[in-house]
């Protein structure tokens, strides 16, 4: 059965910077592209950064491409996310994804799985 657990979240004061975490198992990690959305309360998940399988090739929102960076070792089942500069807009619970892809295309007949994700808080 798939789990994707995500850690690394807290509060920060603006400015600072977090990294977090999603470990994976009981997939093919290297056969899945990740991600990082960020909900706020009563809202759709938004797409903050992806990475293919392989992590040749990123993905970021605009809002955020200066401020965080994905990364992910595959050796470990393992991916990241570095937020820095972070703002008070920032607050929200991040999540991470895994999505059966070849390069940025999903493989027909796979499901995406999702972490219960993580709470950062960006405060004074």
């Known amino acids: 059965q798939a789990e994707l657990v995500e850690s690394g979240g807290g509060l920060v004061q603006p400015g600072g910077s977090l990294r977090l975490s999603c470990v994976a198992s009981g997939i093919t990690f290297e056969n899945y592209a990740m991600s990082w959305y960020r909900q706020y309360p009563g809202k759709e998940r938004e797409l903050v950064a992806a990475i293919t399988s392989t992590g040749r090739d990123t993905d970021y929102t605009e809002a955020m491409k200066d401020r965080v960076t994905i990364s992910r070792d595959n050796r470990k089942n393992v991916v990241f996310l570095q937020m820095n500069n972070l703002k008070p807009e920032d607050t929200a619970v991040y999540l991470c994804?895994?999505?059966?892809?070849?390069?940025?295309?999903?493989?027909?007949?796979?499901?995406?799985?999702w972490g219960q994700g993580t709470q950062v808080t960006v405060s004074s």
């Open positions: 994804g895994a999505l059966r892809s070849q390069g940025w295309v999903p493989v027909p007949g796979f499901r995406e799985y």
